[in-house]
């Protein structure tokens, strides 16, 4: 049974910085794309990064270039959303979900995990 698990999520003050996990089992991240996706309050969920695992290329939707990093620890079986300088738009539910390969599509999305929250306020 594929399961993923975010954590990371917590209220941060604009400026701030933090770091998602997804915890991947029953599936090898080796032979999968883990996409990282956002959905804010009143909005449809959109596509933040993914990254490829079998060329371990990476994706960033525009809005958040330059200031967030997608990486991987295939030991742990776990990808990584770092987000710094984080902003009150950033505010969002984060999930991240598996499939053969990237996307900004969520529904070619085969896994998803339930979401981690993220708020950013002062």
């Known amino acids: 049974q594929v399961q993923l698990v975010e954590s990371g999520g917590d209220l941060v003050q604009p400026g701030g910085s933090l770091r998602l996990s997804c915890a991947a089992s029953?599936?090898?991240?080796?032979?999968?794309?883990i996409g990282w996706f956002r959905r804010a309050p009143g909005t449809k969920r959109e596509g933040v990064s993914c990254?490829?695992?079998?060329?371990?290329?990476?994706y960033y939707a525009d809005s958040v270039k330059g200031r967030f990093t997608i990486s991987r620890d295939v030991a742990k079986n776990t990808v990584y959303l770092q987000m710094n300088s984080l902003k009150p738009e950033d505010t969002a539910v984060y999930y991240c979900a598996a499939d053969l390969q990237c996307s900004d599509l969520d529904y070619e999305y085969a896994y998803w995990g339930q979401g981690t929250h993220v708020t950013v306020s002062s």
């Open positions: 029953g599936l090898t991240l080796d032979a999968y794309a």
């Open positions: 990254i490829s695992m079998s060329d371990r290329s990476t």
